[in-house]
Structure formats: structure tokens, C-alpha cells
């Protein structure tokens, strides 16, 4: 544990700066009221194009960093300056504060290519010193020298480089009586001939609930670049194994684990090889797509429903720590306004524990409706009191996604504040804003709260409800899509017990997603020349419905229900709802 002496100097250490003209308050400002704001700011706010800033103007007062390196993401910006300034020491203390993890001065990253595939990078990676890990679509995942962040960015074949995506958990049992499997259990349909595929961060402890919680032999495969199946200890895809197991144990499983975006592009590639019917995901990449269907997460998705697999997605657990809106700047300092006179989003944050890969840290992620420009450039800043503590400034400038991430881990416990501010854009941006926090956010929306790929309309997506139905989980992320689309698709019980997690402490959507694909899997068992639509369309239109009538963004077509056996008949059960027993 950091002293506060020790962090103080830290916090020094990285460059931190004040920042006086940010307001932090919880009434509008002497400089924000109506009486105060000149025709110019009045035009910002209404104005559906606005100004550009002046050179002068960027950066409000000259106190916030300069922007990064072109085409490096935020926090590769800060790194690769840091190497040039102060060599392999000062960057490792810039990676330490940002969670990065380096190995002998080298650094993971994805590429995307400007043209063509991500294996073409290749040669550019080798002929600077690093070494390639692995592809899919237009992205190349290799490890590099920090030293050579910046070359690698000056490459022309080169779009952008970032850090690799990393997805978070979507965090007998009980769930199984309030599905309605009784009648199946009656006829002894197990799941029998379904094959399932789970794609997770770690499987950690599985060997030793072989034949007990999980079937007695399991196929798995890791597909990180250290082929550890455990994920570095990671035991939560062994818990989504134990639910699907309890609900139809006579199912065959496949474990795939990865650690970033490419791997698990290769991961899922390797299930659908293996013939799986349904692949359950309870992981998701919060803030890191367009939030409408597209990008290379939800290709992956894609592709394995074009193969006939049934793709079952967890919602996400960022209704109350995800914030969406429209910039707001009406004092025209560059700077977004969670409400009047206040321009900073509070979050409390606990202290970060040291060593291992699972050591805390905040991952804060801003992106916003650019997706097709690029060209359109916010920055995104994490304060304790009038200290930038960190901050992601890539240039937006045709050269990188209109995303940015400040990884954080925290030296002090307390009250710290997000702000965002518009560097360079000519138009009104909506802006979503996601943090991987237990703690809810001063200000937040859960609508438009999916992590993705659950936006994806070729995925079924699974939110939380409690187990007696009383309600949706307040933590479970929203629709609908950036497109309009209405998701989640269904929901389910989350709050059962697992040997993983103890009595009742498998929560969060994660623990929803395995109890739709345990029913899928009765249902390929019972009937199996059932098609992805089909099995979707069954559980869809069987739910329980929770006051709905018609589909919402919150609770999609109802709790899932899995009701009698499917009849001889399977038309007539599609295209009407069957009966749902009242509550008990």
C-alpha cells in the first residue's frame, strides 16, 4: 500500500498539473449564469455546428497536456514520450500508473492496417524489433519496443495503433426452478447432442470440478499468447460453465479463453470449427464500437451466426456507471457540462492492491457518434481535486477512432472526477461514457448502456433479473442500440450459486447468459434440427412477461421460460405465445 507521501510523490511523478479552470461545483457559476454568457456561447449551445477552436483556445488557459502522438491511442502516446524523455525507466513509471504491463521494455498493441489485412503488418512489425502475435480482419496483435511506438505509427500502412481491447466479466442452481425446467427434467431431456461453446477470460479450477459441478471430460483450448487456460487465475467462465452444466448436464462443452480482441476473434473460429450450436459470451468491451451493430467485435459475431451458431451475449453491468448526453459547453471553454456550472462526472474510487494481472484499476472509456469520420477530436480527463491525475488525447484527425481510454491505478482512495473536453470539433457530439466501477456515477444514464457486442443484431442478448422476478437488476445495462433496435432480447435470473462464487454470489449478467444457453440446449437436444433463428425465436416468445406487453429496452421480451416440451408441431408454437404458469 502507497503512503501518502509515496503517492504524493507519484502523483508528481506523472506530470500532473492543475487545472483552475475546470468548475467542479454544485450551482452554476458566477461565469455560466444567463446574465454572464455573450452571444458566442449562446451559439455554442444552440447551434447544431459549432466553432472550431483557435489554436489559443485549445486547451483551456494552456494547463491541461498536449496532445499525443499521431495515430498512438492515449495512453501509447504517453508511453512513447515518455521513453524518448526520460528512457526505460520513466516509461515503466508511466505504465505502472496506467495498468500497462511491460515486458522486458516491450509493450502488447493492435495494429490496423490502412488498407487490407492485419497479417500484412507483419513485415513492418519484424522490421522494427517486434514480434507478431496474431490476426484478424484488418488488425495485427504483436509486442513491440516501447522505443519504437512512435516509428510504428509513422508507418503509412499503418491506421492507428491502441492498446489490445480487453473485455471485463459481465459478473444446483437456483435459477433452474424459475425457468420453468420441471417438465423436461420429467421426459429426461439433458441436453443431450447439444455442443456448446463458452468464450471467457479463465477457466481457473476446472480440472477440479470435473465429474462433479462440470461433465467429466470438457475440450478446451486457450487461445492467449501463454496458453493459460486459467486466464492468470481467472475463474470466472469456469463459474458460467457450472450453470450451464446444472441445467443441462448431458451437453457437451467447449472452453475457449483469450485475453484480447484478436485472440478471441481466433477463439471463436475455433468453436465453430469444433461444431458447437451455441457459444455463450458473458464478456463484454465496454465503449468500444459505434454501439449500432458494427466493428470488428461484432464481426465475430456475426460470422459465427452466418455458421449457424447461436451467439447468447451478456447485456453488461453499466446502467449506473455509464453517462450519455449531448456536449453542453455553455461558458465556451472547451469543456463538457454535466450540469449547470459543473463539468466534472464524481466517482469514488477504492485503492488499487499491487501485484499480479488482476491488480484494480479504473478503466474509463469516452467515445462518440463519429464513427464514419474520425475527424472530430474530444479528449477525455481524470481529476482528484485541481489535478489531472490522468488522461487519454489522441488526435482525432482521420488518424484514430473517436474513442478515448484512461486506464488508472489509483495510489489514493477517495473522490476523483471525470471531464471532457472538446479539443477540435465542428459539430455537436453524443457522447457515451463508460466506467468499470462498482460505484455509481454522479451522473448517469442507463439507456444506450450495452457493452459490445450485446448492440449486435445477430447475437441474443441476456440482461439480469432477480430471481423472483421482481424486477429488473438496477445494474443491468439498457438499450436500445445506436441504430434504435430494441435490446436486450431476454432476461435472466442472476444472483445463484456456484462452487466458483459461494452461495447466491454468481451476479450480474454473467450469470444470466448461462441460464438462456442451458435452456437453448434443451431445446437443440430435444429438437435438433432447430436453426440459430429458430432457438431464438422460441425463447423469445416464450418469456415471462414482466408488465410488458411488447418488446423494451430494458427488459427485452420478458424473464426467460422455457414452459412444456416443444410439441410435434413447431409451427403454430412459433408465431403464438404459449401459456405461462402464474408465480407461485
Known amino acids: 500500500m502507497l503512503t501518502a507521501s509515496v503517492a504524493a510523490a507519484l502523483f508528481i511523478s506523472l506530470g500532473v498539473v492543475p487545472v483552475q479552470s475546470l468548475a467542479k461545483a454544485t450551482a452554476p457559476s458566477p461565469d455560466t449564469s444567463p446574465s454572464t454568457v455573450d452571444a458566442a456561447a449562446r451559439a455554442v449551445v444552440t447551434s447544431e455546428r459549432l466553432p472550431a477552436p483557435s489554436p489559443e483556445e485549445v486547451g483551456p488557459l494552456g494547463k491541461l497536456p498536449a496532445k499525443g502522438v499521431p495515430k498512438l491511442d492515449g495512453i501509447l502516446s504517453q508511453l512513447a514520450l515518455a521513453q524518448a524523455e526520460g528512457g526505460s525507466f520513466r516509461a515503466q513509471q508511466v505504465a505502472a500508473a496506467n495498468g500497462v504491463r511491460v515486458q522486458e521494455n516491450t509493450v502488447r498493441v493492435t495494429l490496423a492496417a490502412a488498407n487490407g489485412s492485419g497479417a500484412a503488418l507483419r513485415p513492418v512489425v519484424l522490421a522494427l524489433g517486434g514480434q507478431p502475435e496474431g490476426d484478424a480482419e484488418d488488425l495485427l496483435q504483436a509486442r513491440v519496443p516501447l522505443e519504437v511506438l512512435s516509428l510504428l505509427a509513422q508507418d503509412p500502412a499503418v491506421r492507428y495503433v491502441r492498446l489490445p481491447l480487453t473485455a471485463v466479466p459481465q459478473a444446483v442452481t437456483e435459477g433452474r426452478s424459475r425457468m420453468g425446467i420441471a417438465s423436461w427434467e420429467a421426459l429426461a431431456i439433458r441436453g443431450k447432442g447439444a455442443k456448446i461453446g463458452i468464450i471467457d477470460l479463465g477457466f481457473s479450477n476446472v480440472e477440479a470440478l470435473l465429474g462433479r459441478e462440470l461433465p467429466g471430460q470438457v475440450t478446451a483450448k486457450s487461445f492467449r499468447d501463454d ?81 449457424g451458431v447461436l451467439w447468447v451475449q451478456a447485456a453488461g453491468n453499466f446502467a449506473n456507471s455509464h453517462w450519455a448526453g449531448v456536449l453542453t459547453d455553455p461558458d465556451g471553454n472547451g469543456f463538457h457540462n454535466f450540469a449547470p ?71 489514493i482512495p477517495g473522490r476523483y472526477w471525470i471531464a471532457i473536453q472538446r479539443f477540435r470539433a465542428a459539430r455537436r457530439a453524443n457522447l457515451d461514457l463508460f466506467v468499470n466501477v462498482d460505484y455509481d456515477l454522479e451522473y448517469r444514464e442507463p439507456r444506450h448502456s450495452l457493452v459490445i457486442p450485446a448492440d449486435s443484431p445477430h447475437a441474443l442478448t441476456v440482461g439480469a433479473v432477480a430471481l423472483d422476478d421482481a424486477g429488473v437488476r438496477p445494474y443491468s445495462s439498457q438499450g436500445p442500440t445506436r441504430d434504435g433496435r430494441i435490446k436486450p432480447d431476454l432476461l435472466a435470473p442472476d444472483g445463484v450459486s456456484t462452487e466458483t462464487y459461494g452461495s447466491l454470489g454468481f451476479t450480474g449478467t454473467s450469470a444470466s447468459v448461462p441460464h438462456v444457453v442451458g435452456g437453448a440446449a434443451l431445446m437443440k437436444s430435444q429438437r435438433p434440427t432447430l436453426t440459430a433463428g429458430e432457438l431464438q425465436l422460441l425463447l423469445e416468445s416464450r418469456a415471462r412477461r414482466l408488465g410488458n406487453t411488447t418488446k423494451t429496452p430494458v427488459v427485452g421480451w420478458g424473464s426467460l421460460f422455457l414452459g412444456d416440451p416443444l410439441p410435434g408441431a413447431l409451427l403454430p408454437l412459433i408465431f403464438r405465445q404459449s401459456p405461462v404458469p402464474p408465480l407461485p
Request: some cysteine; hydrophobic content about 40%; overall charge negative.
Open 227 to 307: 496458453q493459460d487456460l486459467t486466464g492468470a487465475g481467472n475463474d470466472h467462465g469456469t463459474a458460467v460453465a457450472e450453470v450451464i452444466h446444472d441445467i443441462a448436464p448431458d451437453a457437451e462443452l467447449y472452453l475457449a479463453n483469450f485475453a484480447t480482441e484478436v485472440e478471441m476473434s481466433n477463439a471463436a473460429d475455433w468453436l465453430v470449427e469444433q461444431g458447437v450450436h451455441i457459444i455463450a459470451s458473458a464478456v463484454g468491451f465496454p465503449g468500444s464500437g459505434s454501439g449500432d451493430g458494427r466493428g470488428p467485435i461484432n464481426t465475430i459475431v456475426r460470422q459465427a451466426r452466418e455458421q
Open 341 to 411: 456550472g459543473d463539468e466534472g462526472n464524481t466517482l469514488i474510487l477504492p485503492i488499487s492492491p499491487s501485484g499480479g494481472e488482476r491488480i484494480y484499476k479504473v478503466e474509463i472509456t469516452l467515445t462518440w457518434d463519429d464513427w464514419d469520420c474520425w475527424c472530430n477530436d474530444y479528449d477525455l480527463f481524470l481529476l482528484r481535486g485541481d489535478a489531472v491525475v490522468a488522461q487519454s488525447t489522441s488526435w482525432q484527425n482521420g488518424s484514430a477512432p473517436p474513442q478515448e481510454r484512461i486506464s488508472f491505478v489509483t495510489p
